[in-house]
């Protein structure tokens, strides 16, 4: 059986290194980007089963991140991860398949992952 696929897009390197493992951990095969650019062309190039999306980073934000993933592939789910709660009030966030507030604790990310993932 194919290893579902997992696109983490975060510009803090401690994100990635922490969601790798722990993915990686429960059979997904990972792979990441530190900017919105190297994103789009990895959703592209790797085709993921399902994204989890920063929404502060620098150049382009995830919410533009996101409205050209849903552009190309509406089908791919797409989880916007973020230190800040406030967010998800914002109706931009709600073009997202789901919404986690970051945390070392990943329960709640890995309930949503296994909820999206096709």
Do not use: C
């Amino acid at each position: 059986m194919d290893k579902k696929k997992i696109l983490v897009v975060d510009d803090e390197e401690s994100i990635h290194l922490l969601y790798k493992e722990e993915l990686e951990e429960d059979g997904y095969e990972v792979k990441s980007a530190l900017d919105g650019e190297t994103a789009l062309k990895l959703f592209e190039s790797y085709e993921p089963n399902i994204v989890i999306l920063d929404i502060n980073m620098p150049g382009m934000d995830g919410i533009e991140v996101l409205r050209h993933m849903k552009q190309k592939r509406p089908e791919t789910p797409v989880i916007l991860s973020s230190a800040y709660p406030e967010y998800k009030q914002d109706l931009a966030s709600w073009a997202s398949d789901d919404y986690i507030v970051k945390s070392f604790n990943m329960d709640d990310l890995k309930t949503s992952i296994k909820l999206h993932i096709k």
